[in-house]
């Protein structure tokens, strides 16, 4: 079921107002520091009162300020998972999970076997929160929230106090949660890497208001969104099915816009990876290039055009998708680009991120 937030607070000369939908699946609410976002989580929460705010559930309303409505957090059935995993050190894992099990009576009907195998918790039970790495601390976090039988879950930045190997130790574990719970994850992070690879849908926030929200292809591809912004790198992510592995060590993607090869990345045929391209790593040419080592060169037309600084950004239509390329404004100027520009895109590299399985993540940058 779709959660439907509208809320409304001001902070001294800051203010929120924002007003948004989160389908099933993960939705992003990203932006820099101080922009609002766990300010937000909290109002939904329930931790903290906004001055004019309205968050339900199909018709079931759990705030409405107009009507002096607001349910106590305790009573709101949605989980919340911090930045430190917040675990009750004196319990074991097992029973750090059944807590919130106790404390919520619509919490019967949730499985714990299969919780505890969704997030890989069966080795885990028996152990102590001071046992445990920060990544197996924030997969009994999530646990614990989801043996709540929430009908939300708001993760405020649950990654940002871990290293790399430990992020990418948990990455397969949210991906499966959003897959299988299907219910609505509203996500706040500033990292762009955990938004690109988990997230359906994107809300971009900036200083308590909301610049702009839809699918995370769409927005990664505006150029609009990337003025004056020192948080949102250009570049476009889509999804791409394998299409083979050869002999000499590399792998055929398919995607929206043609084919991409890549040194060999895990997964079968058929299988689902998500890509990301950055702008900085497509080159453009007006002829097709004959003698050049780049495997993936594509023909695309200049859909949209944007100057800044010494830079040109640029969207390209590939068949249906659409990439971003940034190269100098002398450069542009040299070649004469335009909108409706026919050009050929050198792809210097792809990252690909496979789909998540329980024994890891692989995230490799293919330079082809």
């Known amino acids: 079921m779709t959660m439907d937030v509208s809320v409304r607070h001001s902070f001294g000369a800051f203010a929120i107002d924002v007003e948004f939908r989160v389908p099933p699946g993960v939705t992003a609410l990203f932006g820099p520091s101080g922009a609002g976002k766990t300010t937000i989580l909290n109002m939904i929460a ?3 009162r906004p001055e004019a705010g309205h968050v339900s559930f199909g018709d079931e309303v759990i705030l409405d300020t107009a009507r002096n409505l607001a349910l106590p957090a305790r009573l709101r059935r949605i989980g919340v998972v911090f930045q430190d995993a917040r675990l009750f050190p004196h319990l ?9 099990r106790r404390r919520n009576a619509n919490a019967s009907a ?11 918790l069966a080795p885990l039970l028996r152990r102590r929160p001071a046992k445990l790495s920060g990544g197996e ?15 939300a879950l708001l993760l405020d930045e649950p990654l940002a106090s871990l290293d790399m190997p430990r992020k990418l130790e948990i ?31 994107m809300i971009l926030l900036s200083q308590g208001h909301i610049r702009a929200q839809g699918p995370v292809f769409e927005l990664m591809s505006r150029l609009d969104l990337f003025s004056g912004s020192d948080h949102l790198r250009p570049g476009a992510i889509l999804e791409a099915a394998i299409d083979s592995h050869d002999a000499t060590g590399l792998t055929t993607l398919s995607f929206a816009g043609g084919r991409l090869i890549v040194p060999r990345t895990g997964g079968s045929p058929g299988e689902i990876v998500r890509i990301r391209i950055e702008a900085e790593d497509i080159m453009l040419a007006l002829r097709e290039p004959a003698d050049v080592s780049a495997n993936n060169v594509l023909p695309a037309i200049v859909s949209d055009m944007r100057m800044e600084g010494p830079y040109a950004d640029l969207q390209l239509a590939i068949g249906e998708a659409r990439l971003v390329s940034r190269i100098t404004r002398r450069s542009a100027e040299r070649l004469k680009l335009a909108p409706g520009t026919k050009v050929f895109a050198l792809i210097k590299s792809v990252t690909v991120g496979e789909r998540a399985n329980k024994n890891g993540l692989a995230t490799e940058t293919a330079k082809p």
């Open 171 to 201: 990455l397969p574990y949210l991906e499966s949660l959003a897959r299988e719970t299907r219910i609505p994850v509203l996500y706040v992070s500033h990292s762009l890497d955990e938004v690109t690879h988990l997230a359906d849908r």
């Open 92 to 100: 074991t894992v097992e029973k750090n999970l059944l807590y919130g």
């Open 110 to 120: 949730v499985d714990i076997d299969a919780i505890v195998s969704l997030l890989g």
């Open 137 to 151: 601390k924030s997969r009994v976090a999530l646990g614990r929230a989801l043996l709540a039988n929430p009908r």
């Open 46 to 48: 329930g931790f903290v």
